[in-house]
């Protein structure tokens, strides 16, 4: 255990640093929080959710993101799944900017876009992560992207262009049903979704008082 969190008014369950290309995965109750802190700033957090009473419900970005009205997540938006169920609200946010177009890198992916092989991917940290739930390859699908800034312009253009998240920026999510989460933090080097040099974070589960 590190020091105790800043500003958390509750029951610690679970807080530690997870470093660069790292994984987590684990259960949540209704109620319960998760604060994801963005240590360095500028580092991308991938973020697949799933009820736990039946894991094949699952998150929906596409829902999500109609029923935000918006194309960026943030504050009093819900991460809701394909059975119009809100699994989490955003209940604080600190950057105010995140994604959940982009997707997840993979090797395939990098291999595509950059021409290289191998490279360490969240694809295959979601897989690591997710195998600890009982759940695989089946159950990747489109995921949020923490403190990742995925602009669309007018005519249309995307790109993943350089976080806004500061060091210590942080962003809460509070489970609205029994849950399944796993996130991997981005370990991408060939574009600017971790700033080009991937950096750890902090996870902080609690109950709130
Ligand atoms: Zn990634």
Same mark, same amino acid.
């Given at each position: 255990?590190?020091?105790?969190? $800043?500003?958390?008014?509750?029951?610690?369950?679970?807080?530690?640093?997870?470093?660069?290309?790292?994984?987590?995965?684990?259960?949540?109750? +209704?109620?319960?929080?998760?604060?994801?802190?963005?240590?360095?700033?500028?580092?991308?957090?991938?973020?697949?959710?799933?009820?736990?009473?039946?894991?094949?419900?699952?998150?929906?970005?596409?829902?999500?993101?109609?029923? +935000?009205?918006?194309?960026?997540?943030?504050?009093?938006?819900?991460?809701?799944?394909?059975?119009?169920?809100?699994?989490?609200?955003?209940?604080?946010?600190?950057?105010?900017?995140?994604?959940?177009?982009?997707?997840?890198?993979? $090797?395939?992916?990098?291999?595509?876009?950059?021409?290289?092989?191998?490279?360490?991917?969240?694809?295959?940290?979601?897989?690591?992560?997710?195998?600890?739930?009982?759940?695989?390859?089946?159950?990747?699908?489109?995921?949020?992207?923490?403190?990742?800034?995925?602009? $669309?312009?007018?005519?249309? $253009?995307?790109?993943?262009?350089?976080?806004?998240?500061?060091?210590?920026?942080?962003?809460?999510?509070? +489970?609205?049903?029994?849950?399944?989460?796993?996130?991997?933090?981005?370990?991408?080097?060939?574009?600017?979704?971790?700033?080009?040099?991937?950096?750890?974070?902090?996870?902080?589960?609690?109950?709130?008082?």
């Amino acid at each position: 255990m590190s020091q105790p969190a $800043a500003g958390i008014a509750g029951r610690v369950v679970e807080d530690r640093t997870i470093p660069a290309n790292g994984d987590w995965s684990g259960r949540m109750r +209704a109620g319960q929080v998760l604060r994801l802190v963005d240590l360095e700033g500028q580092q991308a957090i991938d973020f697949l959710c799933y009820s736990a009473a039946d894991p094949s419900e699952r998150y929906n970005a596409a829902d999500s993101l109609k029923l +935000a009205g918006s194309l960026f997540l943030t504050t009093g938006h819900g991460l809701y799944s394909d059975m119009g169920r809100r699994l989490f609200t955003i209940v604080a946010d600190t950057c105010g900017r995140h994604d959940t177009i982009g997707g997840c890198c993979s $090797a395939e992916s990098n291999r595509l876009r950059y021409g290289v092989e191998g490279t360490p991917n969240c694809r295959d940290n979601f897989l690591r992560a997710l195998a600890r739930l009982g759940l695989g390859k089946k159950d990747i699908v489109a995921n949020v992207n923490f403190f990742m800034n995925v602009p $669309a312009g007018p005519d249309g $253009a995307l790109a993943i262009a350089p976080g806004l998240s500061r060091p210590g920026d942080y962003v809460e999510l509070r +489970a609205e049903t029994d849950v399944l989460a796993a996130l991997s933090n981005c370990p991408q080097i060939y574009n600017p979704a971790s700033g080009y040099r991937p950096t750890p974070i902090r996870l902080v589960l609690y109950d709130p008082a």
